[in-house]
T-cell receptor, first 115, second 114 residues
Framework: NAGVTQTPKFQVLKTGQSMTLQCAQDMNHEYMSWYRQDPGMGLRLIHYSVGAGITDQGEVPNGYNVSRSTTEDFPLRLLSAAPSQTSVYFC??????????????FGPGTRLTVL | GENVEQHPSTLSVQEGDSAVIKCTYSDSASNYFPWYKQELGKRPQLIIDIRSNVGEKKDQRIAVTLNKTAKHFSLHITETQPEDSAVYFCAPNRATDSWGKLQFGAGTQVVVTP
């Protein structure tokens, strides 16, 4: 299993540009989520999904869109990049149905800089 | 939603000493209590977890203890080594709630000095 994969690893954008961060998992996990991690800070939840076609907002959703058309993929779209979105972005997944307490698996992260 | 606090925010220990990090939560329905470790430049990874029907769990040099009445749980690292230097996050949640958001504490930076 590849686990959770993210592309790209690094990205530099100019203010106002849009882009999509890709995330995929091959573990058939229902739950997927996106976090951002700013220097010296914790993980803040942006959006999450409990299955194909179902998404919801986390703590810091403004400026980001998500969709979940398949179990495997959960892309994160930046609509109009701003310097405040400079951060490291982690995608994560975990199983939901029928489990009590599940490990969340993280992707390797995407380091985004907005100039 | 869950209100999670971690203390301390930074912790410096001498190699060989013990380290303890405390996580306080607000949701009395939380029933799953994991700790994640994030080394510099890496992704967070689960190191130990505990369920609400257990008071303590050990795995070699790390242990987690749970006090459900007081709504806090703690990570204990004994005989610390330089490779224990990392940021540690707690993430208490309702594991059986399919809609449950998984939110993390702010993290504790542990530095182990030789």
């Amino acid at each position: 299993n590849a686990g959770v994969t993210q592309t790209p690893k690094f990205q530099v954008l100019k203010t106002g540009q849009s882009m999509t961060l890709q995330c995929a998992q091959d573990m058939n996990h229902e739950y997927m989520s996106w976090y951002r991690q700013d220097p010296g800070m914790g993980l803040r939840l942006i959006h999450y999904s409990v299955g194909a076609g179902i998404t919801d907002q986390g703590e810091v959703p403004n400026g980001y869109n998500v969709s979940r058309s398949t179990t495997e993929d959960f892309p994160l779209r930046l609509l109009s990049a701003a310097p405040s979105q400079t951060s490291v972005y982690f995608c994560a997944s975990r199983p939901v149905s029928g489990h009590l307490g599940n490990e969340q698996f993280f992707g390797p992260g995407t380091r985004l800089t907005v100039l | 939603g869950e209100n999670v606090e971690q203390h301390p925010s930074t912790l410096s220990v001498q190699e060989g000493d013990s380290a303890v990090i405390k996580c306080t939560y607000s949701d009395s329905a939380s029933n799953y209590f994991p700790w994640y470790k994030q080394e510099l430049g890496k992704r967070p990874q689960l190191i130990i977890d505990i369920r609400s029907n257990v008071g303590e769990k050990k795995d070699q040099r790390i242990a987690v203890t749970l006090n459900k009445t007081a709504k806090h749980f703690s990570l204990h690292i004994t005989e610390t080594q330089p490779e224990d230097s990392a940021v540690y996050f707690c993430a208490p949640n309702r594991a059986t709630d399919s809609w449950g958001k998984l939110q993390f504490g702010a993290g504790t930076q542990v530095v182990v000095t030789p």
